[in-house]
């Protein structure tokens, strides 16, 4: 699949700009060029970054346009954290490198002075052209409207800065108004690979990328950035009541994942070294914990429940009850989680609302794994969801 | 063959011919041959709540109406239940060709129904029917046997993502859908 999805995407090459001594002796410490994988997404802000990189290292510098897993014969690898997670949970990422560049929002493309409100009165040969891959297929499912059949996917960057209608990074939009698409940003991190051929030049890419070469189409300290502050004061869980992991997840994961009382109390997940951690509890294939608040959640402006989530953006489903025995009513389900960051905490997190589950109350929270990924073939010791703390932003006064 | 006994039939004995009426010739063979049965009732045949979950299975997957492709897609399966964690049952569904982990089931099995995480990611696997389908749903069905059979999921639901393509590398390529009312059947083959 890769192969053929290589030859299809020519791999641009952004400097065959060997221009004095120093690149080439610079080019023959490794095998060829620098190699940057990275999907359509980030192309058109890495494009240019690679070439001053180029300019001011002599270091030839090569991009690879296309899912970033598998990442190939790849030296740096970037892509939002939904497309990475099977990387950062194995051995291939050297995750002392890992950088965070910035948010790209999704936008809808519209023709200029459209009337239109949505998409839903799209004319019958009208299709809405959306991103391919795997941060399309999400950005689909989450984007509300989309009348079924209206939509195609494509990863030609030429057709979808073209397209009349179009759900897309905001880097590749075309000439159209663009309209918010509700639609969480992507989030873009880079990594040298542990299996880089050009370890060192990789380094100082990155270096590149986190000083002033950093790339200028990236948002940086965007609106998912920031954690919303907690109305009142913000317990955490206390008591796990309930929990299941399938008995292949106990077995492969880690031993120190499978632990439930992970997920009490205020986020605290480090990370060890390469996949291994302390203080959270991996969620396996559709795991779950259940947790008692000891304080009521309200239903109150913005979001009232918040999950810390450490590795990615592996996503979570949320139940909220008032009982401890239920009934368990869905507020939301399969949120990519880890997007929100707050500093000096190292998991990320996402938000929830009661109302989206139509409560008005609840202590009880049932947390279960949304990545649902097999067991079997998972090649971790922390498959699954890892839940670092469940926190109550609206609490019952 | 030689030493076996050879089985009498009732009908050719004429001594019987003569003295009875054909019909009840007949009744009275049905009643000595129920009672050669011993007193056995009927085979069951109603469903009963619960059974184990284990065997060769089919597992039959509904897209949701919503869905903009609507099926079925089936796949042979290998389930086994295996033993308790805590007081909790699991049952593991796997894939009965190819790469089992392709499709894999992982139920906790509790008051008589499997609830899990159903999840074919990466580059799908081909139903029965030929298309290449990707899935990742959380699960949930009444188990049922009958008589002494194994347990079933006569009618199961499941919330989540399912896909469709023409290849590997074309997962939603021939349309995608996430909702909350697909259903799915795990019967035995």
Same mark, same amino acid.
């Given at each position: ?30 095998? &060829? ?32 346009? &296309? ?13 939002? &954290? ?99 698409? &509700? ?215 | ?26 009744? #009275? ?78 139920? #906790? ?14 580059? +799908? ?23 002494? +059979? ?21 997962? +939603? ?17």
């Amino acid at each position: 699949m890769t192969l053929r999805r290589s030859a299809l995407l020519w791999p641009l090459a952004i400097a065959a700009l060997l221009v004095d001594g120093s690149a080439r002796e610079a080019a023959s410490a490794g095998a &060829g060029p620098l190699r940057v994988r990275a999907s359509e997404a980030f192309a058109p802000c890495l494009e240019p970054a690679l070439v001053a990189f180029t300019r001011e290292t002599g270091l030839p510098a090569v991009l690879d346009v &296309g899912e970033p897993d598998p990442p190939g014969e790849a030296d740096v690898v970037v892509g939002d &954290g939904a497309e990475l997670t099977r990387l950062l949970e194995g051995p291939a990422i050297d995750y002392t490198t890992t950088l965070d560049l910035g948010t790209i929002p999704w936008v809808l493309v519209v023709p200029p002075y459209s009337e239109q409100a949505d998409v839903s009165a799209l004319d019958a040969a009208d299709r809405v052209l959306v991103l391919g891959g795997r941060v399309g297929r999400d950005a689909l499912v989450a984007f509300k409207g989309m009348p079924a059949a209206r939509s195609r996917f494509s990863r030609d960057r030429g057709e979808l800065r073209q397209a009349r209608y179009a759900l897309v990074p905001r880097s590749l939009a075309g000439a159209g108004e663009q309209r918010p698409a &509700g639609v969480r940003p992507l989030a873009a991190s880079a990594s040298a690979l542990n299996t880089a051929s050009h370890p060192a030049e990789a380094r100082r890419l990155l270096a590149f990328l986190a000083g002033h070469g950093r790339p200028g189409c990236f948002e940086v300290g965007a609106a998912g950035a920031t954690a919303q502050a907690a109305t009142v004061a913000a317990p955490y869980a206390t008591t796990v009541v309930d929990w299941w992991l399938p008995d292949c997840s106990l077995r492969t994961n880690a031993a120190a994942h499978n632990d439930p009382q992970q997920s009490l109390g205020a986020p605290n997940a480090q990370r060890l070294a390469q996949d291994a951690y302390t203080g959270m509890f991996s969620l396996g294939q559709a795991g779950y914990v259940t947790v008692d608040m000891g304080a009521s959640a309200i239903d109150a402006p913005g979001a009232d429940i918040r999950v810390f989530q450490t590795t990615s953006f592996e996503p979570v489903t949320v139940y909220a009850a008032t009982s401890q025995q239920g009934p368990f009513t869905l507020i939301g389900f399969r949120r990519d989680c880890g997007f929100g960051r707050i500093p000096g905490i190292f998991s990320g997190y996402c938000d929830f609302d009661l109302a989206e589950g139509r409560l008005t109350e609840a202590r009880y929270l049932k947390v279960e794994d949304g990545e649902i990924y097999p067991c079997l073939a998972s090649g971790t010791g922390s498959e699954g969801a890892d839940i670092d703390a469940v926190q109550i932003l609206n609490q019952r006064p | 063959m030689a030493n076996q006994t050879p089985i009498p039939k009732l009908n050719h004995t004429p001594r019987f011919r003569r003295l009875l009426p054909t019909g009840l010739t007949i009744v #009275l063979a049905v009643a000595l041959s129920a009672a050669s049965c011993g007193d056995d009732p009927a085979p069951p045949t109603d469903p009963l709540p619960g059974g184990t979950v284990s065997g060769r299975y089919t597992l039959q997957f509904r897209p949701s109406a919503s869905c903009a492709f609507r099926g079925p897609y089936t796949f042979p399966m290998t389930a086994a239940t295996y033993a308790a964690v805590g007081a909790r049952q699991g049952t593991q569904v796997v894939l009965d060709a190819g790469t089992p982990a392709s499709l894999e089931a992982e139920f #906790l099995y509790v008051s008589n129904t499997l609830r899990g995480g159903v999840g074919a990611p990466g580059t +799908g696997v081909v139903a029965n029917e030929g298309t290449r389908f990707w899935i990742r749903v959380i699960a949930t069905g009444p188990v049922t046997h009958v008589g002494t +059979g194994p347990g079933e999921v006569t009618a199961g639901t499941a919330v989540g993502y399912v896909a469709i393509g023409a290849s590997a590398d074309d997962e +939603g390529g021939l349309g995608l859908c996430s909702a909350v009312d697909h259903t799915f059947t795990l019967r035995t083959r």
